[in-house]
Structure formats: C-alpha cells, structure tokens
C-alpha cells in the first residue's frame, strides 16, 4: 500500500513538473510575442483588420482643337448573379418576371435567362455571368429589375464596374489619339497623345483608410481621406475633327480602290506647324479591311523618292550652283553612271530641257545630272545642307517609336561612287512622311521650318494649365528669292507638270508627286512594290495648309502606281472640301431663301416618317443622323457601327416594332 502511494506521488510530482515546464514555456512564448516579436504581430493584426484602399484619380479628356470629346473616361458594368443568397420563394416568384425583363433589355429569349439562373441555383454558383459591358443607364435598369431589386444581400446582384476609355468619333484617328495601358504580358504600353500627355491626363491616385467588418465589409475609419484623389488635366489637340473625317475617309476610298497595303495623311497648318488631320491605314490581311494600327506618318522612314527633288533645286539654286534656265540633255531618258542606269518614267526621255522644267515633270535624268555635276568635287556640301536643315535626325516627337532618317556621308564606308546619284532622285536616303512633310511646310511657310504640334495646351476646365507655343527648327531654311522660285516650281507641277490631273481653276494648289520604288535588291527583284506620294500646299498664293499622302503597295495589276495618280486625288480632295465646304465668312445671308437640296431631304425623311405607323422602316441609303431620328422617334432603340450612310441594317423592312426593340445600322 505504501509502494503504491509512493508510486502515484511520484506521478503528481511528475505532471506538476511537466505542467511547470509548459508555463514556463508560455511565459516564454508570450513574453517573446509582447517584447520580442510583438511589432511584427501588431503590425500584421493591423493589415488584416486597417488598410490603405486606392481611390482612382478621374482621368482628364482629350478633346480636339474645335472642342469635339477625342477621348473620355466612362464607367462600365459587368452584372453577375449569387444564386445561393435568395430565398426559395423569393427565387421561384421572381424568376420569370426578371428573366423577361433581361430579354427585354439584352434582346436574348426569356427562356435563355431562365435556364441560365435555374442551373446557377441548382449548380450553386455564386458567380454566374448575366450581362457584361453594360453602360450606365443599362446597369441602372437591370438593378431595378425583380428580384435584383432587393440589393446583393437578398436579390444575389453582384455589380462589378470599371473605368473604360472612350473614343467618341471611333476609329479615326486612333492611332494618334492612342491609349496608356497594360498589355497581357504586364507591360505598360504607351501610343499617341493618351500616351506621351499621361502625366497630365492621369491625375494622381488618392488613399483612404478602412477598418474590416463583419462579412468582410470594409469601411472608412475617418470622414476625410488620408490622400485625396487628383483629377487629370484635360489636353487640347491641334486636331480638327471636320478636317481629320474628310482626310480620313479620302484616303480609306483610295486605298480600296487601289487595294494597297498601307497609308498614311497628314494635314498641317503652316503658320503654326498644328496637324490638324493625321490618318493612318493598314489593310487586315484576313478580312481586308482598313484599321488604324501603326502610325506611319511618324514612325515609317522610307525612301521618298522625287519628292525629294525639291531639295535638290534649294540647294542647286542657295548654292548659286544654277539657276531653273539651265538646259540639260535627257539623253533619250537614260544616262548611265558606273554601270548602274537612271531612267525616266516618261519613255524617250525629254530631249533637252531646263533644269526647271525637268523639276516639273519629274525627270529623273535632268536632275541627276544638275546635281552630280555641280556637287560631284564636294559632295559634302551637298549633304551638310541637309543636316543643317534637319533631316539627319528624328524630329523629337513626342510619342515613342518615332522613325530614324538615314542620310548618307562621304565619311560613311557605305559612300559609293553613285550615292550622290541616287540620293538626288531620292533613293539611298530615308525619312519619315512627317519629315517631308515639315520641309515643304517651310517652303509655304516663306523659309521657316516649324516643328509639327500635336498638342496646343494642358487644361483644367477653364484654366490654363500649360501652353505649348509653335517650335521653330530653323528660322530660314534659304533665301527669301530661293523660296519664291521654289514656290513657283511646286506650283507648275500641278499646273502643267506631273500633278496636271489635279489642277483645278477654283482653286490654286502647290506640290510635287513621288514614286519610288522599294525592295529592288531583295530576293532577285521579287519583292519590288511602289510608294506613291503626294506633298504640297494650298491655296497655293497664300498657303493655309500642307498635306502629304503615301500609299504604299498599291496593286500594280491596274498599270497605274504613279504618285499623281494613286496619292494626288486625296490631296486634291481634302484640299477641295476644305476650300468649298469650310465657311468663310462669319455673316449669314438669306436665311429665307431656300435650298432645293435641304427640302428634298426633309421631303424624303418626312414622307418616309408619315408612311411607317407599326412597322419597321427601310433606312438604308439614308444618313446616319436622318436614320436615328426617324428610328428613335419610333420607339426604337438604335446602335451605329461606322461613319456615313447606312449600308445595312440588323432588322428587315417591314418587320412589326416591338417596344424597345434594338436595330444595329451599319454605316460607310
């Protein structure tokens, strides 16, 4: 009895040690918790019940020089659907209604909707896709719809909303425009003026700090921010939007009747160097149609062939090398250097000519010859005029990916002995459209050359925040009698020279064509396409605006690549719309008199709106804004794919008009 006493004191003796060892380690513990590791813990309590939450900071707008809306900032609703949070009898007395109010809304059957919600119920999916891209007054209906009325914690409605960017007039001028955002491989991809004016469009992010809660809600602790968000500047481009549609849609018709690969416009004003219209258009290869995808006019550097000319006639006339009588002899079109042959693209050549005369057809001999023998004993005269002006380097763009020109040397190992040759008709030289383009700007602009403006000032609503003021490159490119000749020549180009198709008595315009050829060496000559141009100014006497356009691989199959035939019609267009169609003048006369053409299309609108009671009216060959009128005053809700007339609409004629029925109108 009293071993087994002994035994079970033993064993008292036993645990209290034991238990005597654990308080002694949780005395351990929490005293290494408290002193030791408590900030870390404090610290980590603190993250998990009091964090810093991110107010995005409201981007500013992009508008254009007439105050059009280029970009904007919209909220955008995806709708999802909790099927586990409803009530039984809630659910099964709202299913129907809601899903006939989603078909009603999102034009899909009821019964789609009412499948959707009963597998999610009984699926128990908490997450279910409902609607996505929804705008505001969308989202706004659909949160008033039956059972989705009774908010997420009884109705199941999850709402989810980010900010899209906008562009209210759609492709054109996409490019330029641009995005500032993130690609799928986590890189920050800047484009155009939402790229390069970030820093003032972006605003600043503000802070607000919020305490964890019950169903893991978060709420602000205090009634201030720590942070408060700052709003983006609004930018103000140099851009016109009536100028930007007519270069756009002049230079989409000629790619499509020419079938080229790409090309590009610009519009510029010549005082001031603002582009006022930028269009750039490749062709998708799978579906052949034209999109905004690169901005060639800024980033293609390219051999601009005889539109490099009339820096041959600038230097050869500052230089005192000749004067435009000089006579030169085409030799039947042909003249041969080391080997290597230059021809015209008029057969026979020209006979003899002056060298002014030889700048207004084009001939590619005449002006060889002028500047090969007047440059061949210090070729670097030559070349260093053309770093003086410039076009030895990038033009400091703002936007990235600008092209890099490539002009070369007597220095250079590459320097031939027909490097002077080529270069005098445009070839073993590169530069980018905006280049040329800013060289005959200065040419109209009486010598100054100007650094093209895509951006004339940062604004915050009615304040001026920063102004951008004209850019001068060079204050006199040559003489002030060199210009007048120059000015003379561009203008008998298109007078009675290679741009004679585009002359036009009503109004005077100035400018050379240009054709090159590209990828001659490559793969035995079977790469070789064209490069058709067209740069200049008008009106020609008092130059307001220069243009250049180049169209790259037009077919070849139709005989027709030259640069007055493929890129001329579109300068010759922009030009003519913005001479007959822009107003003149600020006074407005008879208002009573009036116009046959207005009254037969309200003729036509009216009658067709008399005759259309219940059904759904023909609208195609009408415009877009007649279309939506008419459709709208009908009860019917209207969606515009595309620019001008409607060429197709989503509903037949004839149809019954439902209420709220939506027709999708595609224009051209």
């Known amino acids: 009895m009293a071993v087994e006493d002994k035994n079970i004191s033993y064993r008292i003796y036993l645990v209290a040690f034991a238990i005597f060892l654990m308080a002694i380690a949780v005395t351990v513990k929490l005293t290494n918790i408290q002193w030791v590791e408590g900030d870390y813990y404090r610290k980590l309590a603190k993250e998990r019940t009091v964090k810093n939450f991110v107010i995005p900071a409201n981007k500013g707008n992009i508008y254009s020089s007439d105050g059009s809306l280029l970009a904007t900032s919209i909220p955008n609703y995806t709708i999802r659907f909790d099927a586990v949070t409803p009530k ?40 279910t896709l409902i609607a996505e891209d929804l705008s505001y007054t969308e989202y706004a209906a659909i949160k008033s719809f039956p059972l989705f009325e009774k908010g997420a914690n009884k109705g199941g409605i999850i709402v989810e909303q980010k900010t899209v960017r906008e562009h209210p007039i759609g492709i054109i001028a996409e490019r330029t425009i641009g995005y500032d955002r993130i690609d799928e491989d986590g890189l920050q991809k800047r484009v155009g003026i939402e790229g390069a004016f970030g820093k003032y469009l972006n605003g600043k992010d503000g802070k607000v700090l919020k305490q964890k809660i019950a169903k893991g809600q978060w709420k602000p602790i205090r009634d201030i921010n720590e942070v408060d968000p700052q709003d983006g500047y609004d930018v103000i481009s140099t851009l016109d939007v009536y100028i930007q549609d007519i270069a756009h849609h002049a230079l989409l018709k000629q790619l499509e009747e020419y079938g080229a ?17 930028i269009s750039n258009l490749g062709r998708d290869e799978k579906s052949g149609n034209y999109y905004e995808t690169i901005n060639y006019a800024v980033a293609e550097s390219h051999e601009p062939g005889s539109t490099f000319k009339l820096f041959d006639m600038m230097a050869l006339l500052d230089d005192n090398k000749i004067d435009t009588t000089k006579v030169y002899d085409s030799n039947g079109g042909t003249i041969i250097y080391r080997g290597r042959k230059v021809r015209d693209s008029h057969e026979g050549g020209y006979g003899k000519i002056t060298v002014g005369r030889g700048f207004e057809v084009s001939s590619n001999t005449i002006m060889v010859q002028a500047v090969y023998d007047n440059y061949k004993n210090n070729p670097k005269q030559f070349t260093d ?16 990916g600008e092209g890099i020109p490539k002009i070369p040397h007597p220095s250079d190992k590459s320097w031939s002995a027909i490097s002077l040759q080529w270069m005098a008709f445009g070839y073993g030289v590169a530069v ?38 004209k850019q001068v490159i060079n204050p006199k490119i040559c003489s002030d009698a060199t210009i007048k000749k120059l000015k003379a020549l561009l203008e008998n180009v298109v007078k009675r020279g290679t741009g004679s198709k585009l002359y036009s008595k009503d109004f005077s315009m100035a400018g050379k064509t240009g054709t090159a050829q590209a990828n001659y060496g490559t793969n035995g000559g079977n790469d070789k396409h064209y490069i058709s141009s067209f740069v200049g100014f008008f009106p020609a006497d008092n130059p307001k605006y220069s243009c250049i356009v180049v169209v790259h691989k037009p ?109 999708i109108l595609e224009l051209s």
Not at 94 to 104: E, G, K, Q, V
Not at 262 to 275: F, L, S
Not at 452 to 465: D, R
């Open 555 to 663: 077919n070849t199959s139709l005989n027709n690549y030259y640069g007055a035939d493929v890129a001329g019609p579109v300068f010759k267009r922009i030009a003519q719309k913005i001479f007959t169609d822009a107003p003149s003048t600020n006074e407005i006369k008879n208002l009573d008199k009036k116009i046959e053409k207005q009254d037969s299309k309200y003729n036509e609108y009216y009658a067709k709106a008399d005759n259309v009671k219940d059904t759904i009216p023909n609208v195609k060959g009408m415009s877009g804004m007649d279309a939506v009128a008419l459709l709208g005053n009908l009860g019917i809700k209207v969606k515009i794919k595309g620019i001008g007339k409607v060429k197709n609409q989503s509903i037949p004629a004839g149809g019954k008009i439902i209420k709220n029925t939506t027709i």
């Open 432 to 469: 980018t459209p905006l280049q040329t383009l800013t060289l005959y700007n200065a040419v109209a602009n009486n010598g100054e050359m100007v650094k093209p403006q895509f951006v004339s000032e940062i604004k915050e609503w009615n304040k001026t925040i920063k102004k951008f003021d």
């Open 385 to 400: 005029r053309i770093d003086n002006l410039g076009l030895n380097k990038p033009l400091g763009l703002p936007f990235q």
């Open 261 to 277: 690969e790409h090309g590009c416009v610009v519009v510029m004003e010549t005082k001031t160097g603002h582009v006022k219209a």
């Open 88 to 127: 039984a009898d809630d659910f099964e007395k709202n299913i129907t209604p809601l899903s006939d109010a989603l078909s009603r809304l999102l034009n899909k059957p009821s019964s789609y909707f009412q499948d959707l919600l009963r597998k999610a119920r009984d699926n128990k999916n908490r997450y």
